[in-house]
């Protein structure tokens, strides 16, 4: 059993995955403390989403440790529906639910699984859609929005819940090069807010500015770990510079 | 004179003189693009050619169809043949980008038009006695509300197996979408041999054999089980293939947003699938609605049986066309009406 910690919010235990029999994940270990903002990196098919997954239980680990707050939530006892609710997650492709306006995607979640009142949650909602900087987007539709915009959508959707955590899975990827700042600078914002956050990303920039360290995943471990200066400037490992020297 | 610049890898060995500039003055060598000689599509095409065929055919039609004393086999051959050409002769046209499409229009006309009047002249129809029995609707005095009685009855029939087969097929759809080998298998099962049992096979079996397991069915009772079972079937996988279109990201950013398994499939999948849903269950339901005349078989007396005892007492089969006619006016709407809402949310689905 872990050190009962306060300021660790989630701690991994080496973590495999199999998918059938291809080994992604071999063994990773970490720990997020409270408020850190952790950037992971790593060549593509290296098992970075699938460590972002495996986390929150969107893939079932194979073996391996994932303690939130003191309880493995890879134990058949633990009801992963109330620890997904303490854990947003924003995806690649936004994933917005396109029969719902911008307003109606924020407020689902926290209806259904808060039962909070219509009011409450439009009150809460609308907010965070200001926060975003799309409080005159609200009643629109997915499809009448840019990528951007709906990436943002996506962010104050996961934000509405009030999770203690943030995944963010290549948030800016899929997005056209002018659309990337906006959305990286809500996650700025985030971050200087004092949001734990976990981000896959390529963005050097961002990474630079706001992440506490940086997670170099390669063929499924952990190859080099350290702050973003630290990876940036003088890679150790042979895996990180030549991956740096890809994307640079 | 004075001459253009040539390209320098050709200005050394070549000495331009007037003699030469000449020789380049003759056309150019043909085109790859350019047939040699004119195709044979080519030829077919021109007006002058369909004219003269259609001069040809207008020719066949008057000497070489079949007359009173041409031998059976013969005829056969004749008008086989002369339909053929003219088929034929109208593709020919309709195929060919390039003729005027008020031409088209006219040659479509023309061969539903010769089709017909080949019907009307060797069919041996005798019009006279056709209309005596089948369109002879002084005889069919007080047989209007007699069959609107028999429509009630398959508005009903099919109203009720219509709600049924829409659960049953939600229900199988849903549980199917869950993933378990061992239960799809059972539910493929179903659905396998529900669609591959015939309507009326079904609703027989239902009505005579069922009593000897000791359930006995009335006969509306026992149409409304085949029809919702049966149907059920095809409304399962429409809504199969509706769920399915709906992207696996949806599912999970539900899943990750704290939902659970049944929130996620009644607030997130099921209001997108519905609109994939909605044009081939229609068709289902069209296609229900038609079978329901299926069970005037097990004697309930809905539309096709009232009209047959209607033909029984009046001797007469108008009481039929009266029920086709029903059953058109009833279904030809319908029809119009899914291909509508599929144009109206085909144009919805762009929110994706």
């Known amino acids: 059993m872990s050190q009962e910690n306060a300021d660790v919010m989630i701690e991994v235990i080496d973590l495999h995955k199999y998918f059938k029999e291809v080994h992604v994940l071999k063994g990773v270990s970490t720990q997020i403390t409270r408020g850190e903002v952790v950037a992971v990196m790593g060549p593509s098919g290296g098992g970075k989403s699938t460590f972002l997954r495996c986390m929150n239980r969107l893939e079932e680990p194979s073996s391996g440790q994932i303690i939130v707050e003191g309880i493995d939530i890879t134990s058949p006892y633990v009801d992963i529906n109330k620890v997904r609710t303490e854990i947003g997650m924003v995806f690649q492709l936004f994933n917005l639910f396109p029969h719902l306006t911008a307003i109606e995607n924020v407020k689902l979640a926290p209806m259904h699984v808060r039962k909070m009142s219509n009011k409450n949650a439009t009150e809460r909602g609308m907010a965070l859609l200001e926060k975003v900087g799309l409080g005159n987007k609200a009643n629109n539709y997915p499809d009448q929005l840019s990528g951007g915009q709906q990436q943002r959508v996506a962010i104050a959707r996961a934000l509405a819940m009030q999770p203690q955590i943030m995944f963010f899975d290549e948030p800016t990827s899929a997005l056209d090069p002018e659309m990337i700042g906006e959305v990286l600078e809500v996650m700025e914002m985030m971050a200087e807010e004092g949001m734990t956050m976990v981000v896959v990303s390529h963005e050097m920039g961002f990474i630079r500015e706001a992440a506490d360290r940086v997670l170099m995943l390669a063929d499924g471990l952990i190859v ?3 702050s973003p200066q630290d990876i940036f400037n003088n890679p150790k490992q042979q895996r990180t510079q030549d991956f740096l020297g890809k994307i640079l | 004179m004075c001459f253009p610049k040539v390209l320098p890898c050709l200005e050394t060995p070549f000495v331009i003189d007037p003699i030469m500039s000449v020789q380049t003055a003759q056309p150019p060598p043909p085109s790859r693009f ?51 050409l003219v088929l034929a002769w109208c593709v020919n046209i309709l195929a060919d980008g390039e003729k005027p499409d008020w031409l088209k229009g006219l040659v479509a006309l023309g061969f539903i038009a010769t089709l017909g009047w080949l019907f009307y002249r060797y069919s041996g129809t005798k019009w006279d006695r056709l209309s005596k029995s089948f369109f002879n609707f002084q005889k069919m ?23 049924f087969a829409i659960i049953i097929g939600l229900v199988v759809a849903v549980l199917r979408s869950l993933g378990n080998r061992t239960l799809n298998i059972f539910l493929i099962a179903y659905l396998d041999i529900f669609r591959s049992i015939p309507m009326i096979v079904l609703m027989v079996v239902i009505y005579y054999a069922l009593p000897y397991v000791g359930i006995s069915l009335k006969s509306v009772t026992a149409a409304i089980v085949a029809l919702s079972v049966g149907y059920g079937a095809y409304a399962a996988e429409a809504f199969r293939s ?18 659970t398994r049944f929130q996620t499939m009644r607030l997130v999948i099921l209001p997108q699938a519905i609109r994939v849903v909605i044009p081939p269950l229609t068709g289902v339901l069209i296609s229900m609605l038609k079978d329901t005349a299926v069970a005037s078989v097990v004697a309930a007396p809905e539309l096709l049986k009232r009209a047959r005892e209607v033909y029984v007492g009046k001797a007469n089969p108008t009481a039929l066309v009266m029920a086709a006619m029903i059953y058109l006016v009833i279904l030809f709407p319908l029809a119009r009406f899914s291909n509508l809402l599929e144009t109206r949310l085909k144009g919805r689905l762009r929110r994706r």
């Open chain 1, 224 to 226: 080099e770990e350290g």
């Open chain 2, 141 to 163: 005095r007080g047989a209007w509300p007699e069959l609107l009685k028999g429509l009630l009855v398959t508005l009903e029939l099919s109203a009720v197996s219509a709600v």
């Open chain 2, 242 to 259: 509706g769920i399915e279109s709906v992207h696996y990201g949806q599912t999970e950013a539900a899943r990750a947003l704290g939902l």
């Open chain 2, 34 to 84: 350019v047939r040699a000689r004119p195709g044979w599509l080519y030829v077919i095409r021109r007006y002058e050619f369909i004219v003269l065929t259609l001069v040809l055919l207008v020719g066949y039609a008057a000497f070489l169809l079949p007359t009173a004393d041409t031998p059976p086999a013969l005829r056969l051959i004749s008008i086989g043949g002369f339909i053929l």
